[in-house]
């Protein structure tokens, strides 16, 4: 748990303590950061987005460049944060809102150490949605989309749409290894580094439907 926020920490890490299968192995301020991960090796953190100190980003891209880098979601109190891009390409693999429901944490803390990346509807559409402008089709995005097959579009859809592999497999009638291989295709085609960048990329081409309230 990086954040600059003492209280903050605590109170996530005696969530994500509670469950059996998840252990927080340390906690500390974005400056330490860097120290922290090298002597602990956690498989995921969660950083705090804006901290006074050294900032999420900076904080993000200096874990990246460790080798074997652990999985890193940003943690954020706003759901239209203009660091959101920048974290995306920068690596990170997912987005929680810090009033996220405590099962949602640790279903989405679980989701980072299997490798995946976090695309609650109820956290990281928000957030994507706040990071996409609402001005119809991107004209680049639109053309990654063109180089997919129908099939591959209908998996990106509904991965913009945040569903899980299990969720799509259900979705669309095929066995999850089969989602597993279309969205490994879909990464390579669309030079998306992971499933949120790719969801960015299902927004601004226009594959994801406006559900009602959205961007209120």
């Known amino acids: 748990m990086v954040d600059d926020e003492i209280l903050v920490r605590s109170g996530l890490g005696l969530i994500v303590g509670s469950a059996p299968d998840l252990e927080v192995v340390g906690d500390c301020s974005g400056g330490q950061a860097e120290q922290c991960v090298q002597r602990l090796r956690p498989h995921v953190v969660l950083l705090d987005i804006r901290m006074p100190d050294l900032d999420g980003i900076s904080v993000l891209r200096r874990l990246r460049a460790l080798p074997d880098p652990p999985a890193v979601a940003m943690l954020t109190t706003f759901d239209t944060d203009e660091y959101i891009g920048t974290a995306l390409r920068a690596g990170a693999v997912g ?37 996409v ?7 680049e995005a639109a053309g ?3 180089s997919l097959t129908g099939r591959e579009l209908d998996v990106l859809a509904l991965l913009g749409e945040g569903l899980s592999n299990a969720e799509i497999a259900d979705r669309l009638f095929l066995g999850t ?18 499933r ?21």
């Open 177 to 194: 290894g089969t989602v597993k291989d279309h969205i490994s295709a879909i990464l390579g085609k669309l030079g998306a580094a992971n």
């Open 133 to 139: 402008d609402g001005g119809g089709p991107d004209a």
């Open 95 to 131: 987005f929680l809102l810090k009033d996220t429901a405590p099962d949602q944490l640790v279903h989405a803390v679980r989701v980072l150490a299997a490798g995946g990346s976090i695309l609650s509807p109820t956290v990281t559409r928000t957030v994507i949605g706040g990071y």
């Open 196 to 216: 949120v960048q790719a969801a960015v990329i299902a927004h601004r081409a226009g594959l994801v439907r406006p559900r009602p309230g959205d961007g209120a």
């Open 144 to 146: 990654l989309a063109r």
